[in-house]
């Protein structure tokens, strides 16, 4: 079975600051990785994900991850917050082959404070 | 275009009685799925349908938990006998096809009282 640990349930930090959400999982097959995003009083929606390829993947909106197979490990990170970037923000997996569900972390909490 | 869209947005029951939330996926989404949502935790899965069969419903946590998706389109879950323990935030999402991205609708909050 996967699981999805995200190692803190709430970050706060000041505007412009960098910020590291941290993610890792555990499969004994191979996966896919995606960022959700949740911001106040809307649903789920993509950050951003690996699917393949170069291990280093970006969203429209600065945020970037890094997958690092060997750590298992699917890190998010921003140089530098704004103020709307507030949300809870999830980490989930899916397996290449077989079931299609998404198995996601607890959530991160992300607070960004002026 | 529109979305995934969920009815009702809000739903609050005694415990009980029966509940069916309904999902619209995006038009020409080929598979569907359901997760529930709990305060503080990741969504959860409970079950997907490619058309109109249900592919996987390993995560439904028991009989009380029933979807069905008659036309291939529209998703109904429904639950008898409610217990409190089943309130959540039920979330509905669509795709392509299998494999593809999916797109979440905004959720139905329930409430068992």
């Known amino acids: 079975a996967q699981s999805v640990t995200q190692l803190d349930s709430q970050v706060p930090v000041f505007e412009e600051a960098p910020v590291e959400l941290r993610c890792n999982y555990s499969?004994?097959?191979?996966?896919?990785l995606f960022w959700y995003v949740q911001y106040p009083n809307q649903g789920l929606q993509l950050l951003l994900k690996y699917l393949s390829g170069s291990t280093l993947v970006e969203s429209i909106n600065g945020f970037e991850a890094e997958f690092n197979k060997s750590q298992t490990s699917f890190h998010l990170r921003k140089p530098s917050v704004h103020i709307s970037d507030t949300a809870e923000y999830f980490c989930a997996v899916i397996i290449i082959q077989g079931a299609q569900k998404l198995v996601f972390g607890q959530g991160t909490r992300l607070t960004i404070n002026p | 275009g529109a979305g995934v869209s969920q009815t009702p947005s809000n739903k609050v029951t005694e415990k009980g009685k029966y509940v069916e939330l309904r999902c619209d996926p995006i038009s020409g989404h080929t598979a569907l799925y359901w997760y529930r949502q709990s305060l503080g935790q990741g969504p959860e899965f409970l079950i997907y349908?490619?058309?109109?069969?249900?592919?996987?419903d390993s995560g439904l946590p028991n009989d009380r938990f029933f979807a069905v998706r008659p036309e291939g389109s529209v998703s109904t879950l429904k639950i008898q006998r409610t217990e409190r323990g089943d309130s959540a935030v039920y979330l509905c999402a669509s795709s392509l096809m299998i494999g593809s991205e999916q797109f979440f609708g905004p959720g139905t909050r329930l409430t068992v009282l």
């Open positions: 499969s004994s097959v191979s996966v896919y």
């Open positions: 349908f490619q058309g109109t069969g249900a592919a996987d």
